[in-house]
């Protein structure tokens, strides 16, 4: 599980809080062969979340990957790279 903890969001007084988790988990066998050996692994995972506008400040923190806010663009990009059901 990956998890992405903001301690503080916001302009002025105005404040807000965020967490994410995501994790890699198997779904139907319709999709996934059977014969598919080991846990499942997920690669290249980067999220992207927008922000509004009036946003001045991000204070993100993450358990896994890396995580970027470009306040020109309001904008916070989480790469987490491998992420499979075990992590």
């Not at 204070?59 to 499979?84: F, H, P, S």
Request: hydrophobic fraction near 40%.
């Amino acid at each position: 599980m990956a998890n992405l903890l903001n301690d503080q969001v916001g302009c002025g007084d105005v404040v807000g809080r965020i967490t994410l988790s995501i994790t890699a988990r198997s779904i139907s066998s319709l999709i996934y062969s059977t014969s598919r050996k080991g846990p499942l692994i997920v690669e290249d995972v980067t999220v992207i979340i927008p922000f509004p506008k009036f946003v001045r400040t991000a204070n993100l923190n993450v358990t896994i990957g890396r995580v970027m806010y470009d306040e020109a663009g309001k904008i916070a990009k989480w790469t987490i790279g491998k992420l499979d059901e075990k992590t």
